[in-house]
Structures are given as structure tokens and as C-alpha cells.
């Protein structure tokens, strides 16, 4: 199926990409590697000839760089005349260990292994839609909150080689996803979508080998263990008088969610640009019983906000009980609409909605440390499930998801007792999500102020994650796990591209 194929191989000069590069050269397919180290590249072009490649060529350069990437799928152009495949392959190297606080180092990885995905992927599509071709990306369990459970799992690496045959045959077939060995890659995100907090505990516990073993007869045990250690419940009072921060808080949720904390009588420090609607915002807290509150209006989009925030409450409170996240910057120009290959608004979203999460949890974590606080994430359906016209956005809030779902083992294995409730929620009828989207889907949005209490109590509670409207969010995030193809037909038929293309 791939003999005569031009395929671009990235991050080809070792491992994974490597072994990718010697089956097509089996299969007789037009090769171009990619990686930074010349040297080793030449090696793997020789070999690749050997192997019978019908052609193989090599580009060097760091995909740090956005302008290589692009300079890729050039060359590509020129030396094959056009591309069947594009396989994604390339990784930056990634510290492994406790999460220092390093945001440049977050920034760089995205740049390598996120950014210039989407760079390549943008330059290469005039010449794969011309192909009908194939796009390839090699991710990895530890999109979520899995990653641990891989060391526990393979304690012995499977073989790159087999796996590099099973990614080309998953590709050849057009497959909407592979999971290379099946029982320790999906069975995990099978159990983190139907009993998350299960997953974590047996991830943290070394126990998963075991399990998996013997995974049907626990099932209904286990489960019945999940369901039994119900959280307490909430009272009003749980809030009073803690210090607590609220991103994007001069409208929509996080607005309401100033209000229910004012009447806890808690003591509040908002953030948002608009320095009108806070002040008006603040004004109401007040009358409603907040036992302070105050503002501080700037851009997220600014990598040195977070630390005025942070420093803010340091200064006025000298501590902080709890984070709440909520702030989204807009997808550009574009908004809610098909993904128009500008990069650069890409970053700049991950800035926003991502990086500067980060960072405010980075700095905050001291003060959050000494109050056994909680964080607070605000994320969403669409970063659980891919959501049509908000590709960008859906990027965002999937980061939030790896990233702070890594963080809160790590608090658990650190002995560090700060909760971390991330709260994904469907469509709620704030005045910006009703006018971006109710002329494309016809569904009824929930309401802002129930959603706000919820969002609250579930950090109060220091849940692990919060399903809001829970049926549909639950659902939803059941079907991404079980039926994904399904689920992908069901979101499409709720969308009307016609009124889309119009608007
Ligand atoms: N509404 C919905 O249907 C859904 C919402 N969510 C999530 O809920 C949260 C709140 O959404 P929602 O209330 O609808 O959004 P809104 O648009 O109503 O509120 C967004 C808030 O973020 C602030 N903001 C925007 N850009 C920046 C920036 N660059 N720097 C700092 N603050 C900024 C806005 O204020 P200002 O413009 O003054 O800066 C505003 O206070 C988000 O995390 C969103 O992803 C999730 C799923 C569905
Ligand atoms: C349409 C989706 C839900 C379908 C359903 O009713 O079951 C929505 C789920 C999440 C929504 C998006 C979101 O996360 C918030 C963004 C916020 C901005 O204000 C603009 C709109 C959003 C892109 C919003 C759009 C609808 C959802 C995809």
C-alpha cells in the first residue's frame, strides 16, 4: 500500500522514527527524515537505501524553529513534487521528574512538540488534500492524567520496531487512532474515563499490573469502592473568611462566581482587563457581604501578570487558601470558526488559557502549600473531546487537562496537600458563548449561576473533577472513551455549518 509513497518522517535520526523510516524504505516509499543531528541522519539515509527505499533524502534543523518546519514541507515540494504522508513523530526532550516550576522549559516543550505539529501540518495540507494523504501524529498515554501508569505497566519497553510497523499499518488503513499494545494503553484511558479516581489511586499504588490481570472479576468491586467514598458535603460556611483569587472575573462564570463567594463572605481578589466592569463587579461583592474585595486589571497574554496577581495577594493577605482559574483569551480573528492556519494565534492562545495557568499556579503554590489550599481549573468539554471550530481553544483546554492531571499525582507522591478540581464543563449560557455559537448549535446552555455554585462547591470539597451539566458532560466523556467514533458522528449532527458559512 505505501510503495511509491513520498512520506516526510520527522524526528527520524533515532527510535521510533527511526524504525518508521526503515519499513518504508521496505516498502519501496519516497522518504524524507528530518531530526537535528546531521550526522546521524546521513547514517539512517544510507540505510534506508539499502533497505530499498525508492528515494531518501534528510533535512536537519530544530523544529524549535517554525521557519523549519515550514522549510520541510518546501522541500518536500521540491525534491518528491508533492506528499502522501506526513508522520509527526518528532519530541523535544522533556524533564522527567517532580514539576519544577520552570515555565520557559513548558513553553519550549509546546513550542517543539505542539506548535510546530500544527506549523507542519498547516504548510503540508495543499499537498495532501491534492494526495487525498494522511496525517500521522505519535502522541502517547500521557495526554492525560495516565502518563505514570506506562512505568508501572511496561516495566519492560515494548519494541520500537513492532511499534513502529504497527503506526504505519494503523496509517496505511486510515485509522482514526491507534493503541499500540492494546491492554496497557486503552484499557487505563478506558477506566480513567468510567472511574478516574480509581485509575489514579491503582497508578500511585503500583498495583496496575496486578489489576489488569484480573480486571474483569474486580471491576464490580472496585467500582462499588468508587461509588462508597462519596465526598462530604458542602456547607456555606466552609468559605468564610478564606482568601481566594478569581481569574476572569469581570463577566460570565466567573462573575457569578465572585457573587455566590461573597455572600460565603470570603475575601476576594478578581482579575480580568476591563477595569469598568471589575469595579462594578467588586461594587457588588461588597453589597452582597464579601468580607473584602479588590481587583487588579491586566492581560494574561502578558507572561508577567500572573506574578503581579500572585504578589497582590501576597502582599494583602500574605497567604491564599484557594486558585480559581477561569480566564479563556478569544481564538483571534477567526473565533469560533474551521481553523484558518494561523500559528501565531495558536500561541498566543496557549499563552492565555494555558501558559499563564502555569505560571499563577507556580507562583502561588508557596502560599497554597501553608494553607492546604486548592486550585481551581476551569476547563471544558472540548478539552476532553475534540470540538469542531475551536480547534485552537480545544488545544488549550486539552494542555490543562495533561498538565495539571500530571501535577496533582505528583502533590499526592510529593505529600503536598493542595486539591486540584478540574471542572469540565459543557455548553452554559454566557453572553459570549451564546452569541459565538447558538447560531450554529440549536442545544439549550445551562444556566451560569448554578454552574458558578457548583464550580465552587466541587473545589471546596476538593474534588477531583467536576462534570457540569453532569449527564451530558459524563456522557459525553464515557462515549470518548468507549465509542469515539460515535461520539464523533453525534457532535458533528449538532452543528449547522450551513449558518456558520453564512455568519
Ligand atoms: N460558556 C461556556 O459555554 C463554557 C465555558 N467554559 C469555560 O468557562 C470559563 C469561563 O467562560 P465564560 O464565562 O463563558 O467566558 P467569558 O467570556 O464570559 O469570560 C471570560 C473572562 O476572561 C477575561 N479575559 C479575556 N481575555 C483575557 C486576557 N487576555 N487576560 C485576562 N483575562 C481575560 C474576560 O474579561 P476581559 O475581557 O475584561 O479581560 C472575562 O472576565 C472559561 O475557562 C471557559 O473555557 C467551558 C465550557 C463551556
Ligand atoms: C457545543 C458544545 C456542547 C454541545 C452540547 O450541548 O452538548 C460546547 C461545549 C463546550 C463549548 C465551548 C467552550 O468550551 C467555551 C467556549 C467559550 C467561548 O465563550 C466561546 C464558545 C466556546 C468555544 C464554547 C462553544 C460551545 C461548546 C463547544
Known amino acids: 500500500m505505501l510503495k511509491g509513497k513520498r512520506v516526510i518522517v520527522t524526528g527520524a535520526s533515532t527510535g521510533i522514527g527511526e524504525q518508521i523510516a526503515y519499513h518504508l524504505a521496505r516498502m519501496g516509499s519516497h522518504i524524507l527524515i528530518t531530526a537535528r543531528t546531521e550526522a546521524k541522519l546521513q547514517k539512517v539515509v544510507e540505510r534506508c537505501l539499502e533497505l530499498g527505499a525508492a528515494s531518501a533524502r534528510y533535512v536537519s534543523g530544530t523544529m524549535e524553529d517554525m521557519a523549519f518546519a515550514q522549510h520541510v514541507?518546501?522541500?518536500?515540494?521540491?525534491?518528491?513534487g508533492g506528499l502522501d504522508m506526513l508522520i509527526l513523530n518528532h519530541v523535544g526532550a522533556s524533564y522527567f521528574g517532580f514539576f519544577d516550576?520552570?515555565?520557559?522549559?513548558?513553553r519550549k516543550l509546546l513550542e517543539i512538540n505542539f506548535l510546530s505539529y500544527v506549523a507542519m501540518t498547516t504548510s503540508a495540507l495543499p499537498m495532501l488534500k491534492e494526495s487525498e494523504g494522511s496525517i500521522v501524529v505519535v502522541s502517547s498515554m500521557a495526554e492525560s492524567a495516565v502518563r505514570a501508569a506506562a512505568e508501572v505497566l511496561r516495566e519492560r519497553p515494548a519494541p520500537r520496531d513492532e511499534c513502529a510497523l504497527e503506526i504505519l499499518k494503523g496509517a496505511a488503513l486510515r485509522r482514526r487512532e491507534l493503541y499500540y499494545?492494546?491492554?496497557?494503553?486503552?484499557?487505563p484511558l478506558l477506566l480513567r474515563d468510567c472511574a478516574a479516581d480509581l485509575l489514579d489511586y491503582l497508578v500511585r499504588s503500583r498495583g496496575m499490573g496486578l489489576f489488569l490481570k484480573i480486571f474483569i472479576p474486580l471491576l464490580g468491586g472496585l467500582l462499588a469502592f468508587y461509588f462508597y467514598s462519596a465526598p462530604q458535603s458542602f456547607n456555606e460556611g466552609m468559605l468564610r473568611g478564606k482568601r481566594v483569587i478569581v481569574t476572569g472575573a469581570s463577566s460570565g462564570i466567573g462573575e457569578q462566581m465572585a457573587y455566590h463567594l461573597a455572600r460565603m463572605e470570603t475575601h476576594l481578589l478578581l482579575t480580568a482587563r476591563t477595569e469598568a466592569k471589575l469595579q462594578k463587579v467588586v461594587e457588588r461583592c461588597l453589597e452582597l457581604g464579601a468580607a473584602s474585595a479588590h481587583y487588579i486589571s491586566g492581560s494574561m497574554e502578558n507572561p508577567s501578570f500572573p506574578e503581579v496577581v500572585v504578589k497582590e495577594a501576597e502582599t494583602s493577605w500574605g497567604g491564599l487558601d484557594m486558585l480559581i482559574l477561569n480566564h479563556i483569551g478569544y481564538s483571534g480573528s477567526s473565533g469560533?470558526?474551521?481553523?484558518?492556519?494561523?500559528?501565531?494565534?495558536v500561541r498566543k492562545l496557549m499563552e492565555t488559557n494555558f501558559i499563564s495557568y502555569v505560571a499563577m499556579t507556580t507562583l502561588a503554590l508557596p502560599m497554597l502549600k501553608e494553607s492546604d489550599g486548592s486550585i481551581v481549573v476551569v476547563s471544558s468539554m472540548a478539552g476532553k473531546a475534540g470540538s469542531p471550530f475551536a480547534a485552537s481553544y480545544s488545544a488549550t483546554k486539552f494542555a490543562l487537562d495533561g498538565f495539571f492531571s500530571s501535577l496533582r499525582h505528583e502533590f499526592v507522591m510529593d505529600k503536598v496537600n493542595v486539591s486540584i478540581t478540574l471542572c469540565i464543563l459543557g455548553y452554559i449560557n454566557t453572553e459570549s458563548a451564546v452569541r459565538a455559537v447558538s447560531h450554529v448549535i440549536q442545544g439549550t446552555p445551562a444556566p451560569k449561576e448554578e454552574c458558578?455554585?457548583?464550580?465552587?462547591k466541587a473545589g471546596a470539597l476538593r474534588q477531583r473533577e467536576l462534570h457540569y451539566p453532569p449527564w451530558v458532560v459524563s456522557a459525553v466523556v464515557l462515549l470518548r472513551g468507549i465509542a469515539p467514533e460515535f461520539l464523533d458522528s453525534i457532535t458533528r449532527s449538532w452543528y449547522n455549518v450551513e449558518n456558520l458559512r453564512r455568519s
Open 181 to 187: 499494545r492494546y491492554s496497557s494503553t486503552r484499557l
Open 73 to 80: 514541507v518546501r522541500e518536500a515540494h521540491t525534491s518528491l
Open 101 to 106: 516550576g520552570d515555565v520557559e522549559h513548558v
Open 336 to 345: 469560533f470558526n474551521f481553523f484558518d492556519g494561523n500559528v501565531g494565534q
Open 452 to 456: 458558578a455554585l457548583e464550580i465552587i
